[in-house]
């Protein structure tokens, strides 16, 4: 079965930091690319970002210098650290892995298996 559980989300102030955490299980991790996504209410899901198998990163412009993604093959997890967070970041995250290994995306449609989500709210 698989399954991609997020975890580490809840409520923080604006300035404040969280670190999301997606642990997978029953699936091929060390050879896939994992993605970090968001949605806000009202709003379509958005690419945040991304870590290929062999650790290179990518960002949304939005998140980039205050987000770092981050993978750990060893325990099937890869991490999204979230600092500086603002009102704007609030949404549910969701992570992802790529459809096909070796590769890594900001589009939706090339991630196939995902995560139930995990809600941030950030205060002002």
């Known amino acids: 079965q698989v399954q991609l559980v997020e975890s580490g989300g809840g409520l923080v102030q604006a300035g404040g930091s969280l670190r999301l955490s997606c642990a997978a299980s029953g699936v091929d991790f060390s050879s896939y690319g994992m993605g970090w996504f968001r949605q806000a209410p009202g709003k379509e899901r958005e690419f945040v970002a991304t870590v290929t198998w062999t650790g290179i990163t990518l960002y949304a412009d939005s998140v980039k210098g205050r987000f770092t993604i981050s993978r750990d093959n060893i325990k099937n997890t890869v991490y999204l650290q979230m600092n500086s967070l603002k009102p704007e970041d609030t949404a549910v995250y969701y992570c992802?892995?790529?459809?096909?290994?070796?590769?890594?995306?900001?589009?939706?449609?090339?991630?196939?298996?995902w995560g139930q989500g995990i809600q941030v709210i950030v205060s002002s």
């Open positions: 992802a892995r790529s459809r096909t290994p070796y590769s890594a995306s900001i589009r939706r449609i090339d991630y196939d298996y």
